[in-house]
């Protein structure tokens, strides 16, 4: 049987921190667990990011004499900060979406290290 997948307003849904219907439970488990996991995070932050960076560079070269290039620079900056600090309790956040779709703490690092073994 197939992992049932969320449509893209869903997806966008538990994106910005929202919960899934339990029909989707495998989906979040395979989501947090999968091989590729950590890439997967990495671009649900890019998502989560996107309209904050959109305004924030709007904002700077409308209201600003800032030079793009600075601005460009500067947003970039900000994004890479982002994925820094929230790469680097990727397990936690994690660990907290499962909570939060119903599976018991420790859930995920459980899952990984299996799969590794």
């Known amino acids: 049987m197939a992992i049932q997948r969320p449509n893209l307003l869903q997806w966008l849904r538990y994106t910005f921190g929202g919960r899934l219907p339990d029909r989707y439970r495998d989906w979040v488990l395979h989501d947090t667990t999968s091989r590729n996991w950590l890439w997967r995070f ?23 004499p800032i030079p793009v290039g600075y601005v460009l620079a500067a947003i970039g900056l900000a994004l890479v900060l982002s994925l820094y600090f929230t790469v680097t309790s990727a397990d936690e956040l994690t660990e907290a979406r499962l909570v939060k779709h119903g599976f018991r703490p420790g859930t995920g690092k459980s899952t990984r290290r299996q799969a590794r073994n």
């Open 42 to 64: 990495a671009l649900r932050i890019v998502v989560e990011a996107l309209p904050w960076l959109v305004v924030g560079f709007l904002a700077l070269t409308l209201l600003t």
